[in-house]
């Protein structure tokens, strides 16, 4: 089992939905990233997270690490957020890397 | 400037080739990572250089070489490579703190024919 765990692996939506990916881990962490990936490579860090929620536009990150969880929320979805959406977590007793999760593949359509 | 940078974007080599890719960061950051991607799997760790010195080797091959020459430059040197390490190459920084963000460059598409 993977130390971290998102679903859905595929999310298909209209623009203007409101969408919602799912995080879970399995090991105390010190910190969450949650990642966009476009088609062709770059990524881009949304949030890092160690408690509580952020917000930024159009997008909300909350985490609850009592229940080891994480949610990534995109409010009036558009065309342009489809993307890879990816959490990773900085494992408390690991050294200095990122474990990722297998990615959400989210697909808005017009 | 919160840019990394990577070259080339592509790059195409047989399996005798020596070739190097390159990354570049100029926010101060002490931290610099080498991932590879392969296609719909989410990034592997391959190294972790900390101030200029390696820290995390992530069980890779040795026709992979990293090399930090400064603060601000990352290379992997690759040599003799397969083709299954065709894949996509990331490079990252962060500042020195563990759990902090990491700003990750555009890529470099490697294919090893």
């Known amino acids: 089992k993977n130390e971290v765990e998102q679903s859905p692996q595929n999310l298909t939506a209209q623009e203007g939905e409101f969408i919602t990916i799912n995080c879970s881990y399995s090991v105390g962490i010190s910190a969450l990233h949650w990642l966009q990936q476009h088609p062709g490579g770059g990524i881009v860090s949304l949030f890092m997270l160690s408690s509580g929620k952020k917000k930024h536009g159009r997008l909300i990150a909350t985490i609850n690490i009592q229940e080891k969880h994480s949610s990534l929320h995109i409010t009036a979805s558009h065309p342009r957020d489809s993307a890879v959406y990816i959490c990773a977590v900085v494992i408390i007793q690991g050294a200095q890397k990122l474990v990722f999760g297998q990615g959400t593949r989210l697909t808005i359509n017009p | 400037d919160t840019e990394v940078t990577q070259t080339p974007k592509h790059l195409v080599m047989g399996m005798t080739n020596k070739k190097s890719l390159k990354c570049e960061q100029h926010?101060?950051?002490?931290?610099m990572y080498w991932y590879k991607q392969k296609a719909k799997k989410p990034p592997e760790l391959m190294f972790v250089y900390s101030y200029e010195k390696l820290s995390i080797n992530e069980s890779v091959p040795s026709r992979f070489s990293p090399e930090c020459p400064n603060s601000s430059l990352l290379n992997l040197h690759l040599h003799a490579l397969q083709p299954e390490d065709s894949a996509l190459y990331l490079c990252?920084?962060?500042?020195?703190?563990?759990?902090?963000?990491?700003?990750f460059g555009p890529g470099t598409r490697l294919t090893v024919l």
């Open positions: 926010m101060g950051h002490r931290a």
């Open positions: 990252a920084s962060s500042s020195q703190t563990r759990a902090d963000t990491q700003y």
